[in-house]
């Protein structure tokens, strides 16, 4: 997919490599692309999560997950610090479609990360899985924020 000419350079490079690491799902280099502070919404849970180490486990875990995962289009807000990429994916039997909304700090890095996914009996899914396969090690990751 096409880099959004509406980003600033900086966040234009890390959704370049964004978009090569969801396509090879090789997130070994998410990290390097990601605030120590990112802040991650969940689609499925009120509480955003906090942080890197939740962010990671998350966008792993949903690598595994997601099946036919692609983007379709992506927008730039006019600030040039925030996009949009619409996606779809299939979990099983269910197909969905969502939006990542991602905003970028003045260095590039991804510094909130919203998800949001239609229909619910995929969402339902997709929050069953999570909390399986997730779900204990973020409860750890809370457990020593607080």
Known sequence: MQTLPGLNPVARSTISIWHGLIETKDITQLARIASDAVVFRSPAVYTPFVGKEAFLLIIGTVTEIFEDFRYHRQFATAEGD????????????????????IRFDEDGLIAEFEVMIRPA???????ERMGAMAGPGLAKIRAVGR
């Open 82 to 101: 925030s996009a949009v990429l619409e996606f779809a994916a299939r979990i099983g039997d269910k197909s969905l479609k969502g939006i990542d909304m």
């Open 121 to 127: 009996n995929a969402l339902m899914v997709l929050a």
